[in-house]
């Protein structure tokens, strides 16, 4: 599967914005699809996943209650990212795997096989 993300930008802190990731090249039942961040000199970490059919998302706790992932068809995710803080500032990255497991247990880079280009998003203070 291939994966594009877009959307990223220059937000003020307290803004908001939200990413779009679109899957090509097959259908994604039984996937979960999952966004991740990279700031400068960090490692990638786990943001967001959902199920295929759009159930059950989960969340890092440093993400929670402002940032919201979801879809609105079988190929297409969003990121919605409010109240955002220069901390957030990252490329974003969304990434797909077919799987059984757990969203709670999908949180490492390892744990998914096809990955987006990323898109950079910077949040000023």
């Known amino acids: 599967v291939q994966l594009q993300a877009s959307g990223g930008g220059l937000v003020q802190a307290g803004g908001s914005l939200r990413l779009s990731c679109v899957a090509s090249?097959?259908?994604?039942?039984?996937?979960?699809m999952g966004w991740f961040r990279q700031a400068p000199g960090k490692e990638r970490e786990f943001v967001a996943a959902?199920?295929?059919?759009?159930?059950?998302p989960y969340y890092a706790d440093s993400v929670k209650g402002r940032f919201t992932v979801s879809r609105d068809d079988a190929n297409k995710i969003y990121l919605q990212m409010n109240s955002l803080k220069p901390e957030d500032t990252a490329v974003y990255y969304c990434a797909a795997q077919p799987t059984a497991r757990p969203l709670a247990t999908m949180t490492g880079r390892a744990d998914f096989g096809s990955w987006g280009q990323g898109t950079q998003l910077t949040v000023s203070s």
């Open positions: 959902i199920w295929w059919n759009g159930g059950s």
């Open positions: 090249g097959r259908t994604l039942i039984m996937y979960v």
